[in-house]
Nanobody, 124 residues
């Protein structure tokens, strides 16, 4: 049984940083591409970042490029999202997910296993 657990959210002020973590069990973590998504109140869920199985390929949404860094530690079966220079617009529920299908990195239909979400709130 695959289990994905994300954590690390919280309440911060604009300009501060947070690091989200995501662990996945019940699958070959080191063979799995992963992604981070977020959903703000009243908005659709959107892709934030993607990383391939060995960590050599990373992709970012334009809105977070230069501020967020995705990484992974396959030995620890853990995915990270380092978020710097946070803005109020980054306020959302953040989810990590396992990409099981081939195609566009932010196509949510290609992700089968999702974490429960971790709330990030950025105050101005």
């Amino acid at each position: 049984q695959v289990q994905v657990v994300d954590s690390g959210g919280g309440l911060v002020q604009a300009g501060e940083s947070l690091r989200l973590s995501c662990t996945a069990s019940g699958l070959r973590f080191d063979a799995s591409s992963m992604g981070w998504f977020r959903q703000a109140p009243g908005k659709e869920r959107e892709g934030v970042s993607y990383i391939n199985s060995d960590g050599r390929v990373t992709i970012y949404a334009d809105s977070v490029k230069g501020r967020f860094t995705i990484s992974r530690d396959n030995a620890k079966k853990t995915l990270y999202l380092q978020m710097n220079s946070l803005k109020p617009d980054d306020t959302a529920m953040y989810y990590c997910a396992v990409k099981t299908g081939s195609g566009t990195w932010n196509d949510q239909n290609l992700y089968d296993y999702w974490g429960q979400g971790t709330q990030v709130t950025v105050s101005s």
